[in-house]
């Protein structure tokens, strides 16, 4: 044999133990738990988070202008009510 192959071999073999090993099942087992408790947090991503603070900062913005609105309308209901 030549020598890359024997070392390809050798480097399949280390990988087939070390993925059969204990250590890689308990890898797997952690990052199942560390899964399954983020999910139960519904934690949201920087993305979704920043379309989001968008959103309400929009819809701050909007209820600002209908407020404003209403109390103008409501001024000239007034002043239309105190002249009859």
């Known amino acids: 044999?030549?020598?890359p192959r024997i070392l390809d071999e050798i480097g399949a073999r280390l990988s087939e133990?070390?993925?059969a090993s204990p250590a890689r099942d308990l890898e797997k087992n952690v990052r199942a738990m560390l899964g399954s408790a983020?999910?139960?947090l519904e934690l949201v991503t920087?993305?979704?988070f920043e379309v989001q603070r968008e959103v309400l900062a929009h819809s701050r913005q909007r209820l600002a202008q209908l407020e404003a609105?209403?109390?103008e309308l409501e001024a000239r209901l007034g002043a239309r009510s105190?002249?009859?």
Do not use: H, K, P, W
């Open 1 to 3: 044999m030549s020598t």
């Open 17 to 19: 133990l070390a993925a």
């Open 38 to 40: 983020f999910s139960r």
């Open 46 to 48: 920087r993305e979704e």
């Open 69 to 71: 609105r209403v109390a």
């Open 82 to 84: 105190g002249g009859d």
